[in-house]
């Protein structure tokens, strides 16, 4: 069984910064891709950022200029810096990440359980 523990969120004034972390655990053979997603109240869920297992990233307009995914693929555990933070960005922050723990069953998605970043104005 494979578990994501997210941590970092809070509350944090506009313009302000906060750094996301999740942590990967339990039984990988290997992941790909890991993310971050998140959902504001009334709206549906977003994708934020991606980064594939060679690093190659990408994000929602939204952030570009101001958040920055990264991992460490020793310690299964991905990263998002969040600076020059707006009210809009409060939301529950999800991580994701699409792995394989065992070869004969194939990769599968798995979620961690969220963290509320909260902006002020």
């Known amino acids: 069984q494979v578990q994501l523990v997210e941590s970092g969120g809070g509350l944090v004034q506009a313009g302000g910064s906060l750094r996301l972390s999740c942590a990967a655990s339990?039984?990988?053979?290997?992941?790909?891709?890991m993310g971050w997603l998140r959902q504001a109240p009334g709206k549906e869920r977003e994708l934020v950022a991606g980064i594939t297992s060679g690093g190659n990233t990408n994000y929602a307009d939204s952030v570009k200029g101001r958040f920055t995914i990264s991992r460490d693929n020793a310690k299964n555990t991905v990263y998002l810096q969040m600076n020059s933070l707006k009210p809009e960005d409060t939301a529950v922050y999800y991580c994701?990440?699409?792995?394989?723990?065992?070869?004969?069953?194939?990769?599968?998605?798995?979620w961690g359980q969220g963290t509320q970043v909260t902006v002020s104005s």
């Open positions: 339990g039984s990988i053979f290997r992941i790909n891709g």
């Open positions: 994701n990440a699409d792995l394989v723990s065992n070869p004969l069953v194939g990769l599968k998605t798995v």
